[in-house]
């Protein structure tokens, strides 16, 4: 079982701009005021890209088999178009980091796309709506075989495209801010399908024999429990919720074609509508043969939980994926919510989106890609209960999923660092790691949740209650004394503007004082 921390290149690394860097749609959307809490963006964010050997010391610190990462399609073809344009030191940035995370035995898991897509592709083709980026991401997707493939053998073509499409293309609440509600997300979805399939092609026809690694996807999907076990409908209800969530890019990949309550319900409020076809669009009988099986082994990423029940949303003039399911998601009150108000922490849950998966799929090869707890508390607290609560529960019900006979072999926690929580500014943080963004030196302090994973890596699980709880006492006390470090250091912060700015000035006026007295008293006595 391998075990690992995560994380994502826009998030972290920064220098937006920096040695030959292309802007991506997130540099656009960040920049143009209004969209994210507080107007902040990723131009400097965690600095990761300057400090890749500290944040492999942190690495090396938590013992991880492996470290999940994405490349930055800009960074190495700024413009987005293979034929346009290389960036030579954005490969070396990521040959160097891939190397040093070797040289310290850490495995990459590398993903092509955690959503910062180049720019010039947005304004000239319209990004994700345009069938033309399949060719222009497999040109890159090659680029990056050719290039680090004979050292990366875990590929991840995509990473959560269901908020891709639903954030990007529906709500507009993420780049590139598009509200094309009930078209733009099925469309946008179904070029990233068609895309992954042929950059699985791709490995398997050009580099797979020599390169000998392996392509999949990463899908984040929460699961849905019926809120009434014994209603048909209800029960119905929550397998839409997973089917439009999991099943729009898993039954495609799987089974090679959507999910048909997907095609059915979209069909028929397409109909409704007065639309000649669905919405949805439909793949072609070589598409879908062509797209069945391209995974070889499937990215989950999980953070909580919902009760679902149906619900009958009017004729609606105005169309969108979200009344297209016919349902209404539920929360437990007595579920814990320690960080923000969509995060609920019901361990269970991910237990059963495991056998779900199981039993669709085929029991396909599984690795965990996201899981963890943010926090959205203004002061900094490194001593994070809540988080090594949730990790507790999610890895003891994956443990038991693979139990159950899932074919579950890896965990990622997410994430490594706090970073740039995309339209939510710094204001949740994931990272084990905490950074005080407002110190130039974007400093690293681990939160009691790093002592605590450090602890269920070496153990590989958990060994028995009460080693387990011993590990939360120590992690608890060691957590409050790297507390007072860091209130000693933004202390230290405060007293070097005091050094660097108030001294001189204090001093300077006391001359002047001075001076104007000597003068006075000179004259007095003249
Ligand atoms: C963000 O920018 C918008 C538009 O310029 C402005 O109205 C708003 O006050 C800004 N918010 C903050 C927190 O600076
Ligand atoms: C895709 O890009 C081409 C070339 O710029 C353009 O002609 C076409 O209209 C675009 N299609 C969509 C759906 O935007």
Known sequence: FLWGVGSSAYQTEGAWDKDGKGPSIWDAFTHGKGKVLGNETGDSACDGYYRVKDDIQLLKELKVNHYLLSISWPRIMPTGIKAEQLNEKGIQFYNDTINSLLENNITPIVSLYHWDLPQVL??????????????????????????????????????????????????????????????????????????HAKVWHSYNSTWRREQRGMVGISLTSGWGEPVDPHSQTDRDAAERYIQFHLGWFANPIYRGDYPEVMKNYVGRKSAQQGLGTSRLPTFSVQEKTYIKGTSDFLGIGHFTTRYVLQKNFPFLQVSSYHTDHDLAELVDPNWPAPGPKWLYSVPWGFRR???????????????????????????????????????????????????????????????????????????????????????????????????????????????????VENWHQKAMDTCSATQQHLAADSLITHMEMVTEIVLPTVFTLCILISIVLLIFYLRNHS
Request: one cysteine or more.
């Open 353 to 467: 989106l495991l056998n779900f998966i199981k039993t669709q799929y085929g029991n396909p090869l599984i690795y965990v890609t996201e899981n963890g707890m943010s926090e959205t508390v203004q002061c900094p607290q490194l001593c994070d209960e809540w988080r090594i609560q949730y990790l507790k529960g999610y890895i003891n019900e994956i443990l038991k999923a693979l139990n159950d006979g899932v074919n579950v072999k890896g965990y990622t926690a997410w994430s490594l660092l706090d970073k740039f929580e995309w339209n939510k500014g710094f204001s949740e943080r994931f990272g084990l790691y905490h950074i005080d963004f407002k110190n130039k030196n974007k400093p690293r302090y681990p939160k009691a949740s790093v002592d605590y994973y450090k602890k269920i890596i070496s153990a590989n699980g958990f060994p028995n209650p009460r080693e």
């Open 122 to 195: 947005q304004e000239k083709y319209g990004g994700w709506q345009n069938i033309s980026m399949i060719n222009y991401f497999n040109d890159y997707a090659n680029l990056c075989f050719e290039k680090f493939g004979d050292r990366v053998k875990h590929w991840i073509t995509f990473s959560n495209p269901w908020a891709v499409a639903e954030k990007g293309y529906e709500t507009g609440e993420h780049a590139p801010g598009l509200k094309l509600g009930g078209c733009g997300a099925y469309k946008a979805a179904h070029h990233i399908i068609k895309t």
